[in-house]
């Protein structure tokens, strides 16, 4: 009998229906080069709601010096094509803590003129996830239950965007693969957390490759 259950269900069914991951919604608007962020970006870059007025020249200055080429061609290149696109990279918060986002989105045509007039998406922070990956590889630390709660606030990020859904949706739907696979949700949250995260991923996953995962789950490699 696993005597910690009911405490886990109930952390579980407080995530279902409380905090929100972080993740945000923006819209460029591509004739002005002006970015309409909900308040969560606002937060991921540093700033009050309102506090600044985002353009593509200042979201570049933000984005780190390595990234910043990159990121600039995925923009244009969604900007001319309106196909859906997605990159993870690091920017400079106001405060110049580095961060790392990820963005999706796709474009808007104008119905007239077939022109893209517009980039709608999410951004998700997945700095704290990305720590995490690196912290557990160093130090062989066993996950706390805090961090176990962030672990499944981010993978309700990642399907949240995935999917294009809220979070009580998301959180379903992490629930149905781990009662399919037999793997508690706090442990799956974790797998899909730490396969996102892995270094050396430029590309969002798609809702495809997500699907692939959670029905056939990678486990992240023993430690030690």
């Known amino acids: 009998m696993n005597e910690s259950a009911p405490f886990d269900e109930a952390v579980e069914a407080a995530l279902a229906s409380g905090e929100q991951p972080p993740v945000g919604r923006y819209r460029l608007d591509l004739a002005t080069g002006r970015w309409a962020w909900s308040d969560e970006v606002f937060a991921m870059h540093g700033f009050r709601p309102g506090e600044v007025v985002p353009t593509t020249e200042m979201m570049l200055s933000h984005k780190h010096p390595e990234d910043r080429a990159r990121v600039d061609g995925v923009l244009r290149e969604a900007a001319s094509t309106g196909d859906a696109f997605s990159s993870v990279h690091r920017i ?62 981010q993978a309700k990020g990642v399907l949240m965007v995935a999917y294009s859904v809220d979070g009580e949706e998301a959180f379903q739907r992490l629930r149905l693969a781990s009662n399919t696979l037999n793997i508690a949700v ?32 990678e486990p992240p490699p023993a430690e030690g």
């Open 92 to 153: 400079y918060d106001a405060q110049g803590k580095v961060r790392t986002l990820a963005v999706t989105g796709q474009g808007r045509k104008d119905p007239d003129t077939g022109q893209v007039v517009e980039l709608i998406g999410y951004f998700i922070d997945v700095t704290e996830a990305q720590r995490e990956v690196a912290q557990r590889e160093a130090t062989r630390s066993i996950l706390a239950s805090a961090e176990r709660r962030a672990a499944i606030e």
């Open 186 to 217: 706090r442990d799956l949250a974790d797998w899909l957390v730490r396969w996102f995260s892995r270094p050396g991923r430029e590309k969002f996953p798609t809702a495809q490759e997500i699907e692939q995962f959670l029905a056939d789950p």
